[in-house]
């Protein structure tokens, strides 16, 4: 075979190689954009590019709020880091945080952050962070929002436990960012209780002026009746710091499941600290009983005015069954509702199923479509807007006002 024809073959090679490449690539951007959520248009354009039928949606879901919209969980992606040494705690050793190995947990996390718009996975913090304040400056109204730190995990022992870590936000970052907000964002921060130095950051953050605390049981590996949890209870009830955690059944990032029992709760409440909780998955059929031991705790006098369930996440998936359909059930308990958009979990394409939510009669057909113009321009906007549109079937009962302005502390 001459030279000619050899360079000629290899040519056709490589650009048969080439174009699979291109094909493989185009193939993945479209099942991110179909799976994953693609933002079509950027927040600032809405007043060019929203139909009128969105923007009287909008004006629906604002007409009887008097004060702020507050969004009591937004959670910020995490980096690829620890060892920042954030303001009132000691540094922390560097140690890298590894990206989810098993392939939900891996997948999940592609789609997480194509929601979220983040292309750069050095810069995922930086790049969510600029555009959840774009988002938030394109509403048409004031909107305030609680942004969540993550700590690592830590062993009984105190000791910073670099495997079981699959994510985490600093305090700095999250404290820096709310400096930046303009007043549109309150910080929560997170330390482990197992940590060696709890009690002290904790009560050097509340000297600071913040009093949210942030854990994530299956994620930190956290006991909410253990030892170290009740230590922390002491210096939080000291210092008139809120927890905010989970019940449920979750999963970690890198997929490991477990189910948080809300009766655990019981020790921070009988300590005296004010606790708001976001629910995962529930199942009737599963012990222990999530919503059932949930209204349970609210029905006991001393904790009824400390416990508050944040409704990030209620619009997904069976949630709207098990976890939406009870709590709209029950009106008696809706002061203690708070609203909370959960983004950007809640951006991830039918994280939010409009059409079943139609068709079960959550919300109108007919807001389907300006639903959906909203989402391609404003993920954060859709989710209060959705939620604003919500009834119990068949009765017409909606969450009212106060449910979606009412902040942690009230």
């Not at 910073?160 to 930046?180: I, K, P, Q």
């Not at 991830?348 to 007919?366: C, E, G, H, Q, T």
Request: charged content about 20%; cysteine-free.
């Amino acid at each position: 075979m001459s030279y000619e024809r050899l360079f000629n073959r290899l040519g056709v090679l490589a650009l048969f190689v080439a174009l699979l490449v291109v094909a493989g690539v185009a193939g993945w951007h479209t099942l991110l954009n179909t799976y994953a959520g693609g933002w079509v248009h950027q927040p600032e354009d809405a007043d060019w590019l929203l139909p009128d039928a969105a923007r009287q949606v909008i004006a629906d879901s604002l007409v009887d709020i008097d004060g702020s919209v507050v969004d009591h969980r937004i959670v910020l992606l995490p980096g690829n880091r620890i060892g920042r040494g954030p303001a009132g705690e000691a540094a922390q050793p560097p140690v890298e945080v590894t990206t989810p190995t098993t392939p939900r947990a891996w997948l999940d996390w592609q789609f997480l952050r194509h929601a979220a718009g983040v292309t750069d996975e050095l810069q995922a913090f930086n790049i969510h962070a600029s555009r959840l304040l774009r988002q938030i400056g394109a509403v048409p109204a004031d909107y305030r929002g609680y942004v969540f730190a993550q700590d690592a995990v830590y062993t009984p022992a105190g000791e910073l436990d670099e495997e079981a870590t699959a994510g985490f936000v600093a305090n700095a970052d999250v404290v820096a960012l709310a400096e930046r907000s303009d007043g549109h964002l309150m910080p929560v921060i997170s330390v482990h209780p197992a940590r060696a130095d709890a009690a002290s950051a904790l009560a050097r953050w509340a000297d600071a002026g913040i009093r949210d605390v942030a854990w994530w049981p299956i994620a930190q590996q956290i006991d909410l009746t253990g030892a170290p949890a009740k230590a922390a209870y002491t210096v939080m009830a000291s210092q008139g710091m809120r927890l905010h955690t989970r019940v449920g059944h979750w999963r970690d990032n890198y997929g490991r499941a477990g189910v948080i029992d809300p009766d655990a709760l019981r020790a921070a409440l009988e300590a005296g600290v004010d606790v708001t909780v976001s629910i995962g998955d529930v199942s009737n059929v599963d012990a222990p009983d999530v919503m059932q031991r949930l209204f349970a705790l609210l029905r006991v006098p001393e904790y009824r005015d400390r416990l508050s369930i944040a409704l990030d996440g209620v619009l997904s998936g069976r949630r709207v069954e098990t976890v939406l359909t009870p709590l709209l059930q029950h009106p008696q308990f809706f002061e203690r509702l708070r609203y909370a958009s959960g983004y950007p979990h809640s951006a991830v394409a039918r994280a939010i199923d409009l059409d079943r939510l139609a068709n079960s009669d959550f919300i109108d057909p007919a807001v389907i479509e300006p639903l959906r113009a909203l989402y391609d321009v404003n993920p954060l906007l859709f989710v209060f807007v959705t939620m604003r549109q919500i009834h119990l079937p068949t009765t017409g009962l909606t969450l009212p006002a106060p449910v979606f302005e009412r902040r942690s502390r009230s």
